[in-house]
């Protein structure tokens, strides 16, 4: 039986030390706030901005929600973006994507500032990501798992880490995170030969495939640390959700997993508060410095 490595644990350490830093900052006369842009009415969306809204009611955080029309246009969500960079009282902004049909998704994150850019859209953000030359935020997900593997006193430095997903919210960023940490990092993706192979050579697994228990006992061996990032509808139980892992199976071979729902998930909105905190003590920092 393999150690259930909780999320909640590490979300609730998070939004504690949440909790102390927006008290302080609040004490000082700031006043951390989220500005969550949203065109339409995706479902997903309007379920992660409750979990957000939910979030931030916890760790003292304003959380304004601007909902946009999907015929506004480009223009008109590019002007919402622009008020929001230049207004001193927002200290983080996020749009959710991916945006209705028609929109330049690139364009409209490019008016994000790093400074503000709490989930790392803008690609300059992404870029201060990889190169490791200035400040920026990771995508709160990928800092998710470095927040669980370290909550659990996970040992990263020289041990091969593969990630399965290459995508620039999880896998890319990821893997800079993990060689930060001198992990030995493997990306493999869906076009990868012998996929279970690679993934049974690996002290860590991180499942970021985005297809539902794809990952059965063949991609495991005893000892392994199998993190899963997978949201999927669970093909077996309608209105469940379940991971990329088949759990019930790898579960009996490794010997720490993250579950779903549970995991990686539970932790993510609370990176979201953190980088906002963080990004709001940055401006009053630099307030102070002006005057």
Known sequence: MAIVLSGKAVADKIKQDCQQQAAQLRKQGSIPRLQIIRVGERTDDVYYQKSLEKACAATNIDCTVTVLDEQIGQQGLEQQLSQAAQDPAVHGILLFSPLPKGYDLTAAVSLIPTAKDVDCLNPLSSG????????????????????????????????????????????????????????????????????????????????????????????????????????????????????????????????????????????????????????????????????
Not at 188 to 208: F, G, K, Q, T
């Open 128 to 291: 201060v990501i990889f190169t490791g030359c200035g400040e920026a935020y990771p995508p709160c997900t990928a800092a998710a798992v470095m927040e669980m593997l370290k909550y659990y006193d996970a040992q990263l430095s020289g041990r091969n880490v593969t990630i399965v997903g290459r995508s620039l919210v999880v896998g890319k960023p990821l893997s800079m995170l993990l060689l930060a940490q001198n992990a030995t990092v493997t990306i493999a993706h869906s076009y990868s030969e012998n996929l279970p192979a690679i993934c049974r050579r690996a002290d860590v697994v991180i499942a970021a495939a985005g297809r539902a228990k794809m990952f059965r006992g063949n991609y495991f061996t005893p000892g392994q640390v199998a993190i899963d990032v997978g949201i999927n509808d669970d093909p077996d139980n309608p209105g469940h959700i379940c991971g990329d892992i088949d759990y019930e199976t790898a579960e009996q071979i490794v010997a720490a997993i993250s579950p779903v729902p549970g995991g990686i998930g539970s932790i993510t909105s609370a990176i979201m508060c953190a980088h906002v905190i963080d990004a709001c003590a940055k401006s009053c920092a630099a307030a102070k410095k002006q005057a």
